[in-house]
């Protein structure tokens, strides 16, 4: 390395190589989208060849021994680097030296226990009986554990998985955090759960597919998602992806007889789909064109959706409108009877139903699991009852079978230990930043009382989106709030809203 | 060399490579059909990228030396291989010889001369000025004059570009084709003009959209389209795109003041889309999983659009439906009155708005024009002059500006001269071959005429689409029919139809 020039000739050949990826890695998100959106049925074996094929072409590309000494170089020798290119260089070493540490026969060993643990967990289900799955979710554990080892860690072995979609956080804060979950929300949940409940039946009527479809999209338009740079359609799971900032889609579902289901996957596939359409483009293939981590992704989502689009300001604005749109539904019902209904809070078994408030503790059963299988201090073989006990304990709630019960997630059979307590995260700095959001613009929350959502936009493109991951996530937190996570956030706006809903006190 | 196991064990590294890069081709066919189906404006940028890295892997994976050295071993030493096998790796090592006579910098040199044209049509056709496009299209010619000679030819270098299309074909067996044409066709549309006019006024009524698309959707069934294995969509121009035999999309238009548009349209890509789903899904990513010529291609499209779709036996069928389907628009039409109109010959300015057959003639145009540019006889500087004599000589039509002349078609702009001829190959070889299939089966007929389809495209299936590229497209017919490509079954398939129709005879 001789010159600054040299050094920005490598760089660019670096940045060269991870655009190349990101366009077989974005293929394979069209390829993908493509199949849940429109693949017709007899096409799913050679759409999966297909996919398997880019993936390793994708592998190819990053593993390259080549791009790895380039990384290596431009690594040690950055002075003649801007900040911003060093962040890409060393974030992306970081993946590069994490991918070298598994080899390519413990990769195939897990993708070959995925492929098994999610048949056997589809047999499960259909079969309601955990016994079925049990073998094969044992296996999961037993590798991510072994990943765990592979990849390192200083305290806890959940750290290192944790580490895949959370950069940084540690076990440590998660179990600070949910102690303060514990002590702080379950006592003011059952105070609520104690009082009379509210009804929202006229939700569950008859709201007709395309009137529902049409509000939805006037939903995503309001909240200032680009239609030029993204569309929406239906899928069986509404998801966010992206192949570029310049095309980042959604997908939502339609229920006739439940007008929530289609809402609030609107609006929080909407929140995702912001963030990813406020990355640089300037950044394209690279860290700082990417999102946080997924902790950030669903604060995102969770802050549209609860912050925004389960409070009283937004729909002082757009209350009218619905009502026009679904008269006969609504007549009688009031704006203030409508806010109570759509902030029911009610124990239940299953996590994607879960009120805002009761949500935290189907995520706290599993991180408790998850952790607790990781240390060894709990196995697969009495993981049911402990899995039921934590219910009855948190949620006050019997789990009747295995399929509303542990069978009810995907995830663990995806290989994804690690991935639920972000869940948790989301929401938390969700409220951490919607309440400094108020506080720089008290502007904010009277636009969004006028049906104006661009002062909320703006602040988290400064704020977030256009950083892509220069911060990570505690930094990001530290730099906006100038403060860590703090649960106080959530508390304080959990006790406000529905301690005024409820009448409770905490 | 030593054994069979060795000459196997290569075959199958040959497939291997062959089959990943058909993972690749299609993933930018998903690529493409999502840019003109689904495709947000903003989106094309980095969509265009992608299609162009893909691009550049796949031609990596084809032309790798080792690979070119498994083919020359494969082809010279074959002794163990089956006469399918032979016939892939013959077929094979055809396309890597051809794609190893050009140039690195002659491919990048020719993609710079068809983006630099493709714009410079665009801009022409707004300016409706050919000489804006003159000189670009001069380049075009240049290279695809220089192609020709890189690639090689016996007797014209015509032959060299032909050949990319339509394997095997010679400009000398063109131009005796044409020759047929003209001589046979040119005065027998000339009676057909001289005679009254037909009225098919009642296809242009407002024919509203979501019926017209129920309606294409039902034919393609009919046909026996498999929607388990492909689906349609709207797009600006209909097309047919397959990413395996097991996905395989057609697309139209809708225009509510033109029913024909959609219909014609429908039963055209069913056609093309019959023909792909029939491909033997064993053969995936080798020429004998692939179409024989675009010649071929288009006779499947033409069959089903023409030889069946605008007969009397097909709306026998169907003509009830279609009647119940629109009663206002088709009242007081009767079956005779609805053939006639949708077999109205009338001379126009426009390629693909042409009739069965005043089409040849806009076909015949292009050709000529093209041979003498690659000969030199001609140059692009009195290009549009010769095209305007040309549209007078054969259809007695004044072009008035160059968008209705010369500018009409987007092929020469993309660089793809040898195209245009393919188009009549296939009508001609879909009356030879309709004419051997009722032959073979009468009941083919009597069947359509019930609206049983099924007869029909059993025999397509078995001459014609399980055979992949077995057979060139001369080997083909004249297996199927016993003789080579006769333009007089076409000829008589006009005469006997139109003769009718107008009360002409030849």
């Known amino acids: 390395m001789n010159s600054k020039k040299d050094t920005q000739q490598l760089y660019d050949s670096f940045v060269a190589t ?52 380039t990384l290596e170089t431009l690594a040690t020798k950055n002075g003649a680097l801007n900040p911003k290119q060093k ?56 590798i991510c554990r072994e990943e765990a080892e592979l990849i390192g860690y200083k305290d806890h072995p959940y750290d290192a998985l944790l580490d895949i979609y959370e950069p940084g956080a540690t076990t440590k804060e998660l179990v600070t955090l949910f102690k303060d979950v514990r002590v702080q929300l379950v006592d003011f949940v059952a105070k609520i759960r104690s009082k009379r409940q509210i009804d929202n039946a006229f939700l569950f009527k008859r709201y007709t ?28 799971h509404p998801f966010t992806i992206n192949f570029s900032p310049q095309d980042v889609r959604v997908t939502t579902r339609i229920d006739e007889r439940d007008f929530t289901n289609m809402l609030w996957s609107c609006i929080h596939e909407g929140g995702h789909a912001l963030y990813e359409q406020g990355l ?52 009688g019902v009031g704006l203030a009877k409508f806010y109570k209904g759509i902030n029911k809070i009610a124990p239940n078994l299953i996590r994607t139903e879960a009120d805002e408030l009761h949500y935290h503790f189907h995520v706290m059963i599993r991180f408790e699991i998850e952790k607790a299988l990781m240390e060894g201090s709990l196995e697969v073989d009495n993981l049911e009852e402990v899995w039921n006990e934590k219910y009855k304990q948190y949620m006050d709630v019997k789990v009747p079978d295995a ?104």
Chains 1, 2 share one sequence.
Not at 209 to 234: I, P, S, V
Request: proline residues 3%.
């Open 87 to 142: 962040k890409n260089v060393k974030l992306t070493l970081k993946e590069y030296q994490r991918s070298k540490k598994l080899s390519k026969e413990f990769v195939i060993k897990k993708s070959q226990a995925i492929s098994a643990a999610y048949h056997a967990w589809l047999k499960a289900r259909e079969a309601n009986d955990y016994q079925v799955y049990k073998k094969e979710l044992g296996n999961i554990v037993a």
């Open 18 to 69: 991870m655009r190349k990826r990101a366009d077989v890695e974005y293929s394979i998100g069209v390829l993908s989208w493509d199949k849940e959106v429109n693949l017709p049925d007899k096409g799913a074996a050679f759409r999966s060849q297909q996919v398997a094929t880019l993936s390793g072409i994708a592998h190819e590309i990053f593993t390259d021994k080549a791009f790895g000494d």
């Open 403 to 506: 399929k509303r019960g542990i069978l009810q997630d995907i995830h663990w059979s995806h290989g994804s230990i690690g991935y639920f307590p972000t869940y948790s995260l989301g929401s938390f700095y969700a409220a951490q930043f919607f309440h400094q959001a108020c506080k720089d613009h008290p502007t904010i929350l009277t636009a969004i009382e006028k049906g104006n959502n661009q002062p909320l936009l703006d602040w988290l493109r400064e704020k977030i989106h256009q950083h892509g991951r220069y911060y990570n996530a505690k930094q990001l937190c530290k730099r906006i709030t100038g403060e860590p996570l703090n649960f106080k956030y959530f508390m304080d706006y959990a006790q406000d809203k529905f301690g005024t809903i409820y009448g409770v006190k905490s």
């Open 209 to 236: 597919k395309k009137k529902q479809w049409d509000y939805g999209l006037e939903a995503l338009k309001n909240m200032g998602y680009d239609f030029k740079a993204g569309r929406q359609d239906l899928s069986e």
């Open 280 to 331: 640089p483009t300037s950044q394209y293939g690279l860290p700082l064109g990417q999102a946080i981590s997924l902790g950030i992704h669903e604060s995102q989502s969770r802050l549209w959706e609860n912050n925004v689009g389960r409070s009283k300001s937004y729909w002082k604005a757009h209350y009218k409108t619905l009502k026009k749109n679904f008269p006969k539904n609504l007549d």
